[in-house]
Nanobody, 120 residues
Framework: QVQLVESGGGLVQAGGSLRLACAAS????????MNWYRQAPGKQRELVATITSGGSTNYADSVKGRFTISRDNAKNTVYLQMNSLKPEDTAVYYC??????????????WGQGTQVTVSS
C-alpha cells in the first residue's frame, strides 16, 4: 500500500516563507516524477513545480524565482520551499508522484492536500 503524507502547510503573512514536504511510503520499486499542484477556490488545479528522477526541475511562471522544488530519493520525499509568499499563492497544495510497485506501473498517487494561506 502506497501513501503520500504531506506536511508544512499553514498560515503566513505576505513576504513570509513555508517549506512543504511530502513523503511516500510503502512497497515502492521506483518513483519517476514528483510534482506539486495547487488549487485556489473557484480556480482550476495548476501545476506548480515538477522534478524528475534525475533532478531536472520546471516551474510555473508565477512562482519562478520564489519557489524551489527538491527531492531526497533515499527518503522518497519531495519538498517545496516557498519564499516571498503572496496572497495569490493561497491554495490547497497537492503532492503527486508517479510510482511503480509490484502491482502497478507509474501509477499517479496523490496526497490529501495541505492548506497554505497567505494573508495580506
Amino acid at each position: 500500500q502506497v501513501q503520500l503524507v504531506e506536511s508544512g502547510g499553514g498560515l503566513v503573512q505576505a513576504g513570509g516563507s513555508l517549506r512543504l514536504a511530502c513523503a511516500a511510503s510503502g512497497s515502492i520499486f521506483t518513483i519517476t516524477a514528483m510534482n506539486w499542484y495547487r488549487q485556489a477556490p473557484g480556480k482550476q488545479r495548476e501545476l506548480v513545480a515538477t522534478i524528475t528522477s534525475g533532478g531536472s526541475t520546471n516551474y510555473a511562471d508565477s512562482v519562478k524565482g520564489r519557489f524551489t522544488i527538491s527531492r531526497d530519493n533515499a527518503k522518497n520525499t519531495v519538498y517545496l520551499q516557498m519564499n516571498s509568499l503572496k496572497p495569490e499563492d493561497t491554495a490547497v497544495y497537492y503532492c503527486n508522484a508517479q510510482i511503480t510497485t509490484i502491482a502497478t506501473t507509474k501509477y499517479p498517487y496523490w496526497g490529501q492536500g495541505t492548506q497554505v494561506t497567505v494573508s495580506s
